[in-house]
């Protein structure tokens, strides 16, 4: 069993920066890929981006630039730095891990950003 629990939202101002951190439970923490998904109200839940355990990233067009994945295996989290936030980005974020083919996800966290 796999438990994930993030933290880090908030409400900013455009332009504005936040760092989402993911915690997970289990030994299994640095073996295993971690994404960040986000569901913004009315859309479907879509990948922002993910970090392999060997640090290989990749992002979705619309984050690149903006946002960095980045994870600590002795702390087994993984952090999102979000910076130049847009209203678009407006958002509840997912943590994700696939663990012998189980998918995971957190509680997620609210990302608002707005004047």
């Known amino acids: 069993q796999v438990q994930l629990v993030e933290s880090g939202g908030g409400l900013v101002q455009p332009g504005g920066s936040l760092r989402l951190s993911c915690v997970a439970s289990?030994?299994?923490?640095?073996?295993?890929?971690m994404a960040w998904y986000r569901q913004a109200p009315g859309k479907e839940r879509e990948l922002v981006t993910v970090?392999?355990?060997?640090?290989?990233?990749n992002y979705a067009d619309s984050v690149k630039g903006r946002f960095t994945i980045s994870r600590n295996n002795a702390k087994n989290t993984v952090y999102l730095q979000m910076n130049s936030l847009k209203p678009e980005d407006t958002a509840v974020y997912y943590c994700?891990?696939?663990?012998?083919?189980?998918?995971?996800w957190g509680q997620g966290t609210q990302v608002t950003v707005s004047s």
């Open positions: 994700n891990t696939v663990v012998a083919s189980s998918t995971y």
């Open positions: 289990g030994s299994i923490f640095s073996i295993s890929p």
């Open positions: 970090i392999t355990s060997g640090g290989i990233t």
